[in-house]
T-cell receptor
Framework: QQPVQSPQAVILREGEDAVINCSSSKALYSVHWYRQKHGEAPVFLMILLKGGEQKGHEKISASFNEKKQQSSLYLTASQLSYSGTYFCGTEMGGGSQGNLIFGKGTKLSVKP | DGGITQSPKYLFRKEGQNVTLSCEQNLNHDAMYWYRQDPGQGLRLIYYSQIVNDFQKGDIAEGYSVSREKKESFPLTVTSAQKNPTAFYLC???????????????FGPGTRLLVL
């Protein structure tokens, strides 16, 4: 049930773009994206809901393909502050309201 | 300011000892969660509570116990039965998941537990 994230790690230069993917084998109600700096709490970035609604940061974009149970996070014109580990948390359809299952994370490093 | 607090930031446990991690929130959230994070493993759910005086086991509840006597508080006890407790523990909360489906979880700063 754990979603699969890809890539596991990515290194960018400032200003470059990146895409992080999250894929589930189960039907999803929503996908939640977080960024975590080392030793700190995960910080909420965005939610994508079944039906197309999105909530989150204006400067971050993401997509949710309900048919394929896949979500992608798009980081454009990367900044040094974007470095960290990105997690997707998936909320299943059915009776698991509120519970998220997290992927193993994608480590993003942005170099000057 | 509203938020989630966890204490202590670092906690050391001796063999055979039970230790309790504190989690408090003033966001008026109904649901609270405990996660364990190991390197390269992501976040794994230990216990969750959607209402006072009720809680449910998550994926890795063995060796842990919780209570939810107040809406604001959800302490986690790591018992001596948990043989590998060294990890980063994160508490989270969200509004009532039954009426607020699709709302996110907000995390506290975490407690790092180390075994002596």
């Amino acid at each position: 049930q754990q979603p699969v994230q890809s890539p596991q790690a990515v290194i960018l230069r400032e200003g470059e773009d990146a895409v992080i993917n999250c894929s589930s084998s189960k039907a999803l109600y929503s996908v939640h994206w977080y960024r975590q700096k080392h030793g700190e709490a995960p910080v909420f970035l965005m939610i994508l809901l079944k039906g197309g609604e999105q909530k989150g940061h204006e400067k971050i974009s993401a997509s949710f393909n309900e048919k394929k149970q896949q979500s992608s996070l798009y980081l454009t014109a990367s900044q040094l502050s974007y470095s960290g580990t990105y997690f997707c948390g998936t909320e299943m359809g059915g009776g698991s309201q509120g519970n998220l299952i997290f992927g193993k994370g994608t480590k993003l490093s942005v170099k000057p | 300011d509203g938020g989630i607090t966890q204490s202590p930031k670092y906690l050391f446990r001796k063999e055979g000892q039970n230790v309790t991690l504190s989690c408090e929130q003033n966001l008026n959230h109904d649901a609270m969660y405990w996660y364990r994070q190991d390197p390269g493993q992501g976040l794994r759910l230990i216990y969750y509570s959607q209402i006072v005086n009720d809680f449910q086991k998550g994926d890795i509840a063995e060796g842990y116990s919780v209570s939810r006597e107040k809406k604001e508080s959800f302490p986690l006890t790591v018992t001596s039965a948990q043989k590998n407790p060294t990890a980063f523990y994160l508490c989270a909360s969200s509004i009532d998941p039954w009426t607020g489906r699709g709302e996110t979880q907000y995390f506290g700063p975490g407690t790092r537990l180390l075994v002596l």
